[in-house]
């Protein structure tokens, strides 16, 4: 059987600066190097080789749906939910009541919010 790891995710995004500052204030991710192209494509570390690519579309109609997202994971939502207060980027439970968690059937604590394209971003504590 063949092995994979995660790679990247790719995002495409109207405003590719405003997108980059909305995912360093909140994750704290670096910017890396595009070493792929010379586009205006900019990428940040999710750290372990992982990476988020932002991809400049600043006429594409973006579509979102909560059941497209995804997730990261911490030891301490709480705290994350905090930054997030601290930060006035509301967040939701699954079922879309704000400012609540949600814990899953299995136990996994997570709560939802939104970048500034719409794409929907849970943060779970699966560790």
């Given at each position: 059987?063949?092995?994979?790891?995660?790679?990247?995710?790719a995002?495409?995004?109207?405003?590719?600066d405003?997108?980059?500052?909305?995912?360093?204030?909140?994750?704290?991710?670096?910017?890396?190097?595009?070493?792929?192209?010379?586009?205006?494509?900019?990428?940040?570390?999710?750290?372990?080789?992982?990476q988020?690519?932002?991809?400049?579309?600043?006429?594409?109609?973006?579509?979102?749906?909560?059941?497209v997202?995804?997730?990261?994971?911490?030891?301490d939502?709480?705290?994350?939910?905090?930054?997030?207060?601290?930060?006035?980027?509301?967040?939701?439970d699954?079922?879309?009541?704000?400012?609540?968690?949600?814990?899953?059937?299995?136990?996994?604590?997570?709560?939802?919010?939104?970048?500034?394209?719409?794409?929907?971003?849970?943060?779970?504590?699966?560790?």
């Amino acid at each position: 059987m063949i092995n994979f790891k995660f790679n990247h995710i790719a995002l495409s995004v109207k405003d590719v600066d405003k997108s980059v500052a909305f995912y360093q204030k909140v994750f704290q991710f670096k910017e890396i190097e595009n070493t792929a192209s010379n586009s205006k494509t900019r990428w940040l570390s999710l750290g372990e080789g992982r990476q988020l690519h932002l991809i400049p579309r600043p006429d594409f109609e973006i579509k979102v749906n909560k059941a497209v997202h995804f997730a990261l994971t911490t030891k301490d939502v709480h705290s994350f939910v905090n930054h997030l207060i601290s930060l006035n980027i509301d967040y939701t439970d699954w079922l879309d009541t704000p400012k609540k968690d949600y814990i899953r059937k299995d136990g996994i604590l997570q709560v939802y919010f939104q970048d500034p394209n719409g794409f929907w971003i849970e943060v779970n504590n699966a560790l």
